[in-house]
């Protein structure tokens, strides 16, 4: 994920902003730049690669300043060069940008009519001119800024460094985090306190919406609705991994909320907006030739595997077999020359995945790999990375690692339909129009964060719930159900929903909640027939779906979980979100350890 950090000061900021970048490589980039005001100049420097080219550049070319911004770069939109990197300029203004801007090709043709050249490939420019606009037309940057906020679609963290004020930066979150630091005489912006903590421990963090203004003496804060508002000013102790939970109240409540952000990044290495294609990073194969592809992972990257299977066979109809890591090598697969192995894991470490994965190479199999550690081990023995861009994941139960996954293993299935010609331009364009929804979809599932606590008290007595899905929503129901059990320690398991007359049905009783993850669609007349069969024997549902098929049959349920409408391509993404936050809500409910669940670890290193 790309690093943010400002600085607004009386002395020189340049080695500072660079202290803080360094702070920020755990997070994973591939270019870094910094720029200061001095002597009414915007000062930038920019260098492609480790933060160390940068280091290089600025020791070439210093640059003095009082005032700055820097920024770690993960290419999204545009390729890893210096042109691309940020900051991105204008002749009034530097800024840098954190997320993805969904609507960026509407914006940028307006501004190309308008007679403006952009000279990145980047979204992040667009912002950088949009708001340049409106200042060279009578706006304040106050004023600029807040005009222009309402028109970008997606997730973000801004900086913004005016030519003109010297002493004072704008910055807004919607999706990425931002934190303001309180200092002596001095203010600060960043992506997380990590970066903040060698220079101040009195820190705020910026609630959604929130934009502000930093000048030398304080910080001016508003909300969404442009109103004025203050955002508790806390210290951020002496702890990295206290500090990185932000306003939240565990790591993984923390990690729940960062899925639009981090879903958006990883789309953005696997898709062009501009032209509405997939894109895969370059690897020696040819992928028409797949004929078979063998699935393997462990946990919830199981179940990512497991959605992916209806995608490679809907789109590119080729053959999945899918096995969970500690039992493939053990029946001894058939494994036909010409296939692909398919490894998901979120460490790249996980020690029966790997035995699995060299278990498929003597065997002549190519290899792909879906890792959130793109130096693992996994990843270096595989022949096509497929990184996510996550971030690191703390929290034991996986849920950013899952949702960015199943983005990833999308596009792979798009790609492979292209490739095979299964997939004209029309319908690829379609698919990436919707996966382009996913992280704004995310978001509005996030907004019943509230709803799901306040009925959690419902599902926290009980000894045990089932969960149900029918097609891609099986998995789901799998998921939902390790959830419960990883942090709640409730007895928990997930059907398909046609199967629970075939035995699950004889443990419904009022005091079982079966949870029935549904969109509207093509199947949900056959689920509502299951809810219905549940009925008939006094249990309690709790429906998740959207209006539409909470309209159709919430009447009678014990809770209802409402999400948006939605493609069904991007359901598993958007329905992830309730099945996690239900089990987090339980979880603090009984008072488990939501972060350290009991006698488990977060990479399981040993077969």
């Known amino acids: 994920m790309c690093g943010i950090i400002g600085i607004v000061s009386s002395e020189p900021v340049v080695g500072r902003l660079v202290e803080g970048l360094r702070r ?95 000279e990145s490939d980047t979204d992040s420019e667009v912002v950088a001119h949009l708001i340049s606009r409106e200042y060279e037309n009578g706006a304040s940057p106050q004023e600029a800024v807040k005009t222009i906020l309402p028109r970008l679609r997606g997730a973000f963290a801004i900086a913004i460094a005016f030519r003109e004020f010297p002493d004072m930066l704008i910055g807004a979150r919607r999706g990425s985090p931002l934190v303001v630091g309180y200092g002596e005489g001095e203010m600060f912006l960043g992506s997380d306190a990590l970066a ?35 955002r508790e000013i806390r210290s951020s102790g002496a702890s990295a991994a206290a500090v990185e939970k932000g306003n939240h109240r565990h790591f993984m409540q923390k990690e729940i909320f960062e899925q639009p952000t981090v879903v958006a990044q990883t789309l953005a290495s696997y898709v062009h907006q501009a032209n509405n294609q997939v894109a895969l990073p370059q690897f020696d194969f040819n992928l028409s030739s797949i004929r078979r592809v063998t699935i393997v992972a462990c946990g919830t990257s199981y179940y990512a595997g497991l959605v992916a299977k209806y995608w490679f066979e809907h789109f590119a109809r080729v053959p999945v077999d899918i096995d969970v890591a500690s039992e493939f090598r053990y029946r001894e697969p058939v494994l036909e020359d010409g296939g692909l ?19 498929c190479k003597e065997n002549g199999q190519t290899i792909a790999a879906v890792v959130n550690v793109p130096t693992s081990t996994m990843a270096r023995e595989a022949d096509l990375l497929l990184p996510t861009h996550a971030g690191p994941e703390i929290g034991v139960a996986s849920t950013k690692a899952f949702t960015c996954q199943l983005a990833v293993l999308a596009a792979l299935a798009a790609h492979m339909a292209v490739k095979k010609g299964l997939m004209d331009r029309a319908e690829e364009a379609e698919v990436v129009k919707h996966l382009l929804e996913a992280p704004a979809s995310l978001n509005a599932a996030l907004d019943h964060d509230d ?80 809810m219905e ?31 948006p409408q939605v493609h069904q391509l991007i359901a598993p993404l958007v329905y992830a979100i309730p099945v996690q936050l239900l089990a987090y809500h339980v979880a603090c409910v009984k008072g488990t350890d939501v972060d350290q669940p009991r006698n488990l670890a977060k990479s399981v290193t040993v077969e």
């Open 533 to 563: 069969e549940v009925r008939a024997r006094g249990g309690k549902i709790v429906l998740i779906s959207d209006a539409k098929g909470l309209a159709e049959s919430g009447e009678g349920c014990l809770a209802t979980i409402e999400m």
């Open 196 to 230: 903040l903590a060698p220079l101040t421990q009195q820190i705020s963090y910026l609630e959604e919406g929130d934009w502000l203004v930093i000048e030398r003496g304080g910080a001016q804060i508003f909300d969404e609705a442009n109103q004025p508002v203050e």
């Open 341 to 359: 192995s398919l490894f998901i894991s979120q460490s790249g470490e996980t020690a029966d995945t790997l035995a699995a994965l060299r278990h």
């Open 451 to 530: 709803d799901i606590a306040a009925m959690a008290h419902l599902i926290a007595p009980a000894r045990d719930v089932l969960y149900l899905g029918r097609g891609q929503d099986y998995p789901l129901a799998l998921e939902g159900a390790l959830k419960l059990k990883e942090i709640s320690y409730i007895h928990a398991e997930g059907y398909a929903s046609g199967e629970m007359k075939h035995g699950p049905i004889a443990l419904i009783d009022d005091e079982v909640p079966v949870i029935v993850i549904a969109p509207s669609g093509p199947l949900f007349e056959k689920t509502v027939s299951n």
């Open 24 to 118: 920020m490589e755990y997070r994973g980039y591939d270019s870094a730049g910094v720029c200061t005001i001095n002597d009414g100049r915007l000062v930038r420097r920019r260098a492609q690669g480790k933060l160390d080219n940068l280091v290089a550049e600025l020791a070439a070319n210093p640059a003095p300043g009082e005032i700055g911004i820097a920024h770690t770069r993960w290419a999204t939109h545009g390729a890893p060069t210096e042109n691309n990197a940020h900051p991105h300029a204008t002749e009034h203004l530097a800024l840098v940008h954190n997320g993805i801007i969904e609507n960026f090709r509407e914006l940028r043709e307006e501004l190309r009519a308008d007679g403006r050249t952009l």
